[in-house]
């Protein structure tokens, strides 16, 4: 499984981004696909992820601000970010689970300038 995350770029606060997530390869089996970012000196954090069926869940942090959704004929999860916050400044990460095994996307940055 291949994940290309593309979208990040420089933004003043309150602005938005979409950050898109398309997988390829082997793609079957795929049981999830999720967003996660890393701040400069911090742990990695889960940003938004499906659950059950089409049901969602979110950082506390980015609530009522962030969107997740996904088009499957296009392999695709999209993050759509608005109102972002310098605290939103990251690299985030596409992240996959296939048969128990996690695949990582590179990263794109975001930089939310104040």
């Known amino acids: 499984v291949q994940l290309q995350a593309s979208g990040g770029g420089l933004v003043q606060a309150g602005g938005s981004l979409r950050l898109s997530c398309a997988a390829s390869?082997?793609?079957?089996?795929?049981?999830?696909m999720n967003w996660h970012r890393q701040a400069p000196g911090k742990e990695r954090e889960l940003v938004a992820t499906?659950?059950?069926?089409?049901?969602?869940l979110y950082a506390d942090s980015v609530k009522g601000r962030f969107t997740i959704s996904r088009d499957n004929a296009k392999n695709t999860v999209y993050l759509q970010m608005n109102n972002l916050k310098p605290e939103d400044t990251a690299v985030y990460y596409c992240r996959a689970v296939r048969f128990g095994i996690v695949y990582w996307g590179k990263g794109t940055l975001v930089t939310v300038s104040s």
């Open positions: 499906f659950t059950t069926g089409s049901n969602t």
């Open positions: 390869g082997s793609i079957f089996g795929i049981t999830a």
